[in-house]
């Protein structure tokens, strides 16, 4: 992602350290104390987020290969992703469209809604993308630029967040709101930075761009959470601008909730930049007031997103299951508390 960036803090020449992949089963997960400035830490509502159980949806999505538009892998993935939906026993509505990437390629897309309690009038939107980036154009190496991305945190790590909600929500009586989970297709095909073109950040969220411009009938939300690279080795997510611009009352909603849950640390409050993302179309065209939880890596060299963005590098090796637990967990904090 992401397109148009504008960081508040000067990238420094050092790249990150990243820490080694570690499972830590199903229970409550590594929790890390809220600094002082923090809303205190209360009980954790709602389920459990397995996070041993969405990492294996992040793996699934990547046996297909990548996830690239018009391609076998692509098809037989929303295949799955459809069915795994059903199995969680949500209803299930598809946006399918032919739309222009930036290069004139016509690019065979689906939106996928999986519907939890649709019967409730009130309702929380839940999205991600779930297409891969057709080039790594932000690889080290020149040679890789022109090859396709696995992208398990820049797509399948946001779907696999949602996947496990929707398998833990399908037996709770206790929620009173219904859930969409949205699957945004065509997010990457945006302008490679090779091609020449100038990007005016109008070929990326292609799919976003669609469903906000045309919603299902009658459909209206309380308010959206946008997952984008919710999966990676020391992912922070800073506060961004365009949520805090759109979203303010969302963002502090959110933010309060990963303190409640113990996650706080994952969830400074501080800025980080101004993003174009599938949550733009969200908030101006379909007026639905969304906040992305996206990283910022402010003292990586290789991208403000993290060393993986667009590189080969982005694979499931690059996975940290802490990182799906903490922002699976403030995601269901957010929906359940009052």
Sequence with gaps: MKKIVIFSTALIATLIAVFAVG??????????????????????????????SAYEYVAKQCEFGPRVMNSAAHDKCEEWIIAKFKQFGCGIKT???????????????????????????????????????????????????????????????????????????????????????????????????????????????????????????GYD??????????GGQ????????????????????????AAHAGYGSFFPKKE?????????PVNKVARIPTVDIIPYYPDCEQSGFGPTWHTVSDDLAHIDVNTLKAVGQTVIQTIFEK
């Design 234 to 257: 020391g992912a922070k997510f800073y506060q961004e601008g365009m949520s805090k611009q759109f979203a303010p009352d969302v963002l502090r909603r959110v933010w309060r909730a």
């Design 272 to 280: 980080g930049g101004m993003i174009t993302d599938d949550h733009i």
């Design 221 to 230: 939300a309380e308010y959206g959470i946008l997952l984008d690279m919710v």
């Design 23 to 52: 499972k830590n089963g199903c229970g409550e997960g590594e929790k890390v104390s809220p600094s002082e400035e923090e809303a205190p830490v209360a009980e954790i509502v709602g389920p459990a987020f397995c996070a041993d």
């Design 95 to 217: 946006q399918k469209v032919d739309l222009k990437g930036y290069d004139g390629t016509i690019l065979h897309s689906t939106n996928i809604m999986a519907s939890v309690r649709p019967e409730l009038k009130k309702r929380v939107l839940i999205c991600a993308h779930w297409d891969s980036r057709p080039w790594a154009d932000n690889d080290p190496d020149s040679t890789n630029w022109r090859k396709p991305v696995m992208a398990a945190n820049d797509g399948a790590s946001g779907v696999a967040v949602m996947l496990e909600i929707a398998r833990l929500l399908q037996n709770d009586k206790t929620l009173n709101v219904g859930v969409d989970f949205v699957c945004f297709d065509a997010e990457d095909w945006g302008t490679p930075q090779w091609s020449g073109v100038q990007d005016d950040g109008t070929s990326w969220a292609l799919g976003a761009q669609y469903f906000s411009a045309n919603l299902p009938q």
